[in-house]
């Protein structure tokens, strides 16, 4: 059994794109976090050790986002995933990746991607 942390609207900074101006001036990029862990641990203890410092966990995750421009969404979530489940207390995250201002000739309010990864065990 996992609960479940959520950080939402994580307003990052960043430089992704395939276009050569999305690299050169950058956007904002929102992140959306939910980490299932187990919280039992920190229940009884009141101690932050016992669970996910989400202030450290948020500063990871804005590091992962504003640096190492690359060209597609999907490969920012996948780093940030990683970087949700380098915490061997979570057993899986589910990150939601938005884009509101993406190139895109239409009138619209978002672009988001929302990928799920759990935890992988050695066979």
Not at 22 to 49: N, Y
């Amino acid at each position: 059994m996992t609960d479940e942390l959520s950080i939402v609207g994580v307003e990052c900074y960043g430089h992704h794109g395939v276009f050569e101006f999305e690299r050169r001036e950058g956007q904002i990029f929102v992140v959306d976090l939910t980490l299932g862990l187990d919280t039992r641990p920190a229940a009884a203890s009141d101690d932050l050790a016992d669970t996910v410092d989400y202030g450290t966990l948020v500063a990871a995750v804005k590091a992962a986002v504003e640096n190492d421009p690359v060209d597609l969404i999907e490969k920012v979530a996948q780093r940030v995933a990683d970087v949700c489940l380098l915490d061997p207390r979570v057993e899986w995250t589910r990150v939601t990746l938005h884009k509101p201002d993406a190139p895109i000739d239409a009138t619209f309010s978002d672009v988001a991607l929302t990928i799920t990864r759990k935890r992988t065990t050695s066979p």
